[in-house]
Each structure stands twice: as structure tokens, then as C-alpha cells.
């Protein structure tokens, strides 16, 4: 019996001291055990009959050692001590094993786990004289198979109920049930990832990583570990979420298409520096706000009347929008009228009508009005060069005015006539002849538009 109990001391002394010492997860168990006879013993001395013995006998210690191999499968031994109880109280049988087993837990994590466990054993039943227990004639090996469950008290501290079915082998020869009941403690809770830090307290418990960020890594040393940074491998800001903004235009480089260039959120951090909508790397014309259809430029406006040529019926000459890009009044009108106004002249220094071919020519104007009621007119006054180029601007704005003037008084709509001033700035024929300055003194008809 000494050694036995020698045997299971140094097992048991040899497992925690492994515990305390290794990273690997371990659990070490004490408690009491229960024997209950399932049938009678047979064979050599110490048969037992099961009618003499007590249904259940109780006993202590019953320790044990287990050590986790992979997964819910852990590896272990167990000692148990029992004295089985006579009916009589006079042929108490002492009863000692150790256990090899493999124990498999389901639900571990969880409060309550369940597991099985099986192995085989080397019992001693005795029931001669304490001298001769754990005699090669007491001694037995027996298998055995059964289950329990362990209940969480703490994060290492747990509480356990087992029961297995245990047949001997050779003499004595029976079966029995084992009960164990006690507590378990858990020891060191394994480093998956070599990082120095327990598996326990390890938020990234597969990959190497910090003390400071609890285990987890910083791949881009920006001080946010990678399980927090949405971009962990290019460092950023916290207020970023870990993620850089090289432009500081607030679009995140992952998000942003133009990283070196400050840009606009709806344009994925792109700029619109004509701000038509369209960013700059796609914009032909990109300090001229444009169409998207045209490639960012403007439509081109040959005749400036604010309709682009792609929408204007007459791209050469101004007219309005109501007219699809086409003047009220027609070209053809207007040269009916320019040839009219050819008989429209001053003497030089002079705004006044003078002569029945001018006050002619002005009806005749007046008549074509008339007839294009839609028609708008732009009576442009014109000068020779005799005199300064200021006292030529207010002559010939007094020109056009006296032939608008004189319309409006044959009952013109004074909505559709307008006067504008052109001096000595457009000479027909030159100026250097008595003959050119006289064709000078004159007015013409343009088109009136609201452009």
C-alpha cells in the first residue's frame, strides 16, 4: 500500500508542478468517491459477495490530473482511496485505482459542460490485513467508460459530478460503479499565438500581437491594433478609425479616388474646379463649366446669343431663346430696312431729318414694321471723323435717336425700338473722302434680342 500511495504522490506532484510551469492548459481535481458494487467478486482470496456489502460506500481522496491535447479531448489520471463498507461493519474491503483516461468535454465555454470519459485502470481490493494490500494478489486491471458534467463557479474554479461503469479483468474478478464529486481548478489557458500572452486574455488569441493592445497586432504602427482599424495596414488617425486622408479633403484614401488632390465627397474626394458637376480628371474643359455630354465643355455660342449652336436654328446670326436661337426679326426684313435707312443721312454736324427722301424713307421704315408685327428693332447711330471721337459718340447717339424718335411719332411701339451709338468707329467705305464722310453721317437696322 506504501507504495501505491507513493506512486500516485509523485504522479499527482509531477502534474502540478507541470502546470504551474507551462503555458498549456491544465485542470487538477479533488474530491470524494463513491464504490458500488454491481455484481460479487470472484476468484482467489479477496472474493466479495455483493449481498454483504452496503450499496454505496464513500471514501476520499479522489484526485486527478488532466491535460488538454486538441480541442474538447484532454489527457489524464486519476487516484481514488475508498474503504467498502461490510453490512456486518467487520470485512471492510480497501479499495485504491489509478485511472488513465481520455475525457472529452462538449460546450466548454459554456456555464454547464458535459463530458465522456474512458480508459483503463489499476485496482487493488483487499480484504485480508492492511500488510498485504496492493499484493499482487489484490491487484486488478480493470475498463471502464462514463460521463459527467462540469459547472462553472469562476473563470478557473468549477465544480464536477462523474459516475463510470468499471469491469476487472482477472482476480478478483466483478463490476462496479465509481461516483466522483468535487472541484477543479484550472491552470494556465494556453498562448495559440506565441505572443507571451495567455489565450484567456488574448482578444486576437491566432495572431502574434501586443501587451498594450491586449494580445491583438498594430500592423501599420499607428497606435490603433488591427481588430479596431478599418485600415490596417496603412496608418491613420483615430478619429479615421485608423484609416489615412493624405489630401485632408475628409474622403478616406480607400475611399478616395484622387488621394493627392483635395476633392469633393460627392465626387469621391475628386475636385470641380469649374463646378459643373463633373471632376476634373474627367473634365476636357476644366476651369470652363461644361455639359456632361459635351465632355465637361461648354456648347459652343457662334453668334453669342446665349443659345448654343447645337440648340440654335441660326448659329451665325443672334436671336433669342423663344426663337430657338433665331432673331424676331428675320434677316431679310432687316435688309429690306438697312436698304431703306441708305437714303437715312445728316449733314455733318447735324442730327436733324432733313429732305422728303429721309421723312420718306422713315414711313417706308415705319410701313415694314407694320407688316412684322413680332419684328424688334436696334437703330444704330454712325459719324464721319470731322470733330473728336467723344463729340462723334453723342452726335451719332442723337442720330438714332431723331429716326426713333420720329418713328414712334408715326405710332411705332416704342417697346420695340432701341438706339445705340457707334460714332466714328465704323466707317463703311473708309474716311478720307468728302464722298466717304457723307455716307458716314447715317444710321442702320440690326436685330433687337435680349441677349
Request: net charge negative.
Amino acid at each position: 500500500m506504501k507504495n501505491l500511495k507513493l506512486i500516485a504522490l509523485l504522479f499527482l506532484f509531477a502534474g502540478v508542478v507541470q502546470a504551474q510551469t507551462s503555458d498549456n492548459p491544465w485542470l487538477i481535481s479533488a474530491g470524494i468517491n463513491g464504490i458500488s458494487l454491481q455484481s460479487d467478486f470472484t476468484g482467489g482470496a479477496n472474493a466479495l459477495t455483493k449481498s454483504n456489502y452496503k450499496s454505496m460506500s464513500l471514501g476520499v481522496p479522489s484526485l486527478s490530473v488532466f491535460r488538454t491535447v486538441y480541442g474538447g479531448l484532454s489527457l489524464g489520471a486519476q487516484f481514488s482511496l475508498n474503504n467498502i463498507k461490510s453490512e456486518s461493519g467487520l470485512n471492510d474491503a480497501k479499495f485504491s485505482s489509478i485511472d488513465f483516461a481520455l475525457k472529452y468535454g462538449f460546450s466548454r465555454d459554456s456555464k454547464l459542460s458535459p463530458y465522456l470519459k474512458a480508459g483503463v485502470a489499476r485496482a487493488s481490493i483487499d480484504i485480508i490485513d492492511q500488510s498485504s494490500f496492493n499484493a499482487a494478489s489484490s491487484a486488478t486491471d480493470t475498463y471502464f467508460g462514463g460521463a459527467g458534467f462540469s459547472y462553472k463557479l469562476g473563470d478557473n474554479l468549477s465544480a464536477f459530478v462523474e459516475t463510470s461503469y468499471r469491469s476487472s479483468q482477472d482476480n478478483p474478478k466483478g463490476n462496479f460503479l465509481q461516483h466522483s464529486a468535487g472541484l477543479s481548478y484550472g491552470l494556465g489557458s494556453g498562448d495559440a499565438d506565441k505572443d507571451g500572452i495567455s489565450d484567456k486574455k488574448d482578444k486576437c488569441p491566432d495572431v502574434p500581437g501586443l501587451k498594450e493592445f491586449e494580445g491583438c497586432p498594430d500592423t501599420d504602427a499607428d497606435g490603433i491594433p488591427d481588430n479596431m482599424d478599418d485600415c490596417p495596414e496603412e496608418a491613420g488617425p483615430e478619429e479615421n478609425n485608423g484609416c489615412p486622408d493624405t489630401d485632408g479633403d475628409g474622403v478616406l484614401d480607400k475611399d478616395d479616388t484622387c488621394v493627392d488632390v483635395p476633392g469633393l465627397v460627392e465626387l469621391n474626394g475628386c475636385p470641380d474646379t469649374d463646378e459643373d458637376g463633373i471632376m476634373d480628371s474627367e473634365d476636357e474643359c476644366p476651369e470652363e463649366a461644361g455639359d456632361l455630354e459635351n465632355k465637361g465643355c461648354p456648347w459652343p455660342d457662334t453668334d453669342n446669343d446665349g443659345v448654343a449652336d447645337k440648340d440654335d436654328a441660326c448659329p451665325e446670326e443672334a436671336g433669342t431663346a423663344e426663337g430657338n436661337g433665331c432673331p424676331d426679326t428675320p434677316k431679310d426684313i432687316l435688309d429690306k430696312m438697312n436698304g431703306i435707312g441708305s437714303n437715312i443721312l445728316f449733314a455733318a454736324e447735324s442730327s436733324k431729318l432733313m429732305g422728303k427722301k429721309v421723312f420718306a424713307a422713315i414711313g417706308e421704315i415705319k410701313r415694314v414694321l407694320d407688316e412684322n408685327p413680332s419684328a424688334k428693332i436696334l437703330i444704330e447711330g454712325h459719324a464721319s471723323s470731322d470733330g473728336s471721337a467723344e463729340y462723334n459718340d453723342a452726335l451719332s447717339l442723337k442720330r438714332a435717336e431723331a429716326v426713333q424718335a420720329k418713328l414712334i411719332e408715326l405710332g411705332a411701339d416704342p417697346n420695340r425700338i432701341e438706339v445705340k451709338a457707334y460714332g466714328e468707329t465704323m466707317p463703311i467705305d473708309g474716311d478720307d473722302s468728302p464722298q466717304a464722310r457723307t455716307k458716314n453721317r447715317r444710321v442702320e437696322f440690326k436685330a433687337l434680342t435680349e441677349n
